[in-house]
């Protein structure tokens, strides 16, 4: 049995109120079952911190994929195919019954992707995997059409065969900040709007910035607090106060792993204390941002805007 950290590498796997106007949050999670009834063939056991024992009658073969929660945890859903997660995932061969790869099992919470990655490999996990919890173990049977056009032989399968993937969820980080909306005083301040995905914009206001530092924080979570111990996962979005345009966004990528000692002083200001789900709107004066000096698109002696959403705490190395 081979492990996914070397197959991953051969398949290339790599407005006034500063509350703002948000859409009504979507509080339902609608998750496509596929045919489950084809997994009443598949037995799977053994603690959800370690490898599966997989019992199924061979040869297993599916027309489509289905999904089970044989474990369903009480953690943050995945709602996104560009979610952070960390996973463990075995994969089981339709012919052989047998495991032929697998993730590691060992308990190490850095390992962390976007699901989309592991849907360029696998596309049924995007529909599989949606409104899978942390903690929960889902076993997906796999169609030969629902592995990627040319993996099949690089995970040590038939072109034809079917599979099943035992998928351990171990870790989701937010999609966006999930924390109560909280009411705050914003006059001469910037106004923050927000698409139904939660990606903010800013809206700057006339006059002259403050000159003090600004934190405002727009929703509250009730996740772990920010320390500056570990590094925290956040979507951000930045404008100049003068220019009133974009200078920077995570928004569209991956979310940013940061540390309070490696952004500039008033962004670690406004981080420290906050919880996981919250979003905060910061002002950071030049002399706490990048003082007189000019940063790429930034102009010398600016005033910095931020809306940042906490999305999670990284695990230590």
Known sequence: MRTFSAALTILGLAAVGLTGCAAPADTTCDRPAGDAGVLDL???????????????????RTDEW????????????ITTDDQLVVVDIALVGGDSGETVIATPYDGDLTRVTTLSQWVNT???F????????????????????????????GLGLAADESALAIVDVRKVYLAKADGAD????????????RAPDGQ????IPEGAPPSELVVQTLKKGDGPVVTGDAPVRVHYTGVTWAE??????SWGQAPASLTLD?????????????TVGSQVLVVIPPDQGYGDTAQGAIPAGSTLVFVIDILGLDAAP
């Open 262 to 274: 490696g952004v500039v002083p008033g962004f670690a200001a406004a981080l420290e204390g906050q």
């Open 66 to 77: 289905a999904a089970r929660d044989d474990v369903t945890g009480d953690g943050t859903p």
């Open 244 to 249: 009133r345009e974009e200078f920077d966004s």
């Open 126 to 153: 995007s529909d599989a995997l949606s409104c899978a919890t942390e903690g929960s173990r889902v076993t997906v049977a796999l169609a030969p059409g629902d592995i990627a056009e040319g993996a099949a032989e």
């Open 42 to 60: 598949v037995s799977v056991s053994g603690a959800a911190d370690a490898l599966p024992d997989v019992d199924v009658y061979t040869p297993f």
């Open 200 to 203: 903010p914009g800013l809206i």
């Open 122 to 124: 696998f596309p049924a």
């Open 182 to 193: 909280q009411y705050t005083d914003g006059f001469g301040l910037p106004s923050v709007v």
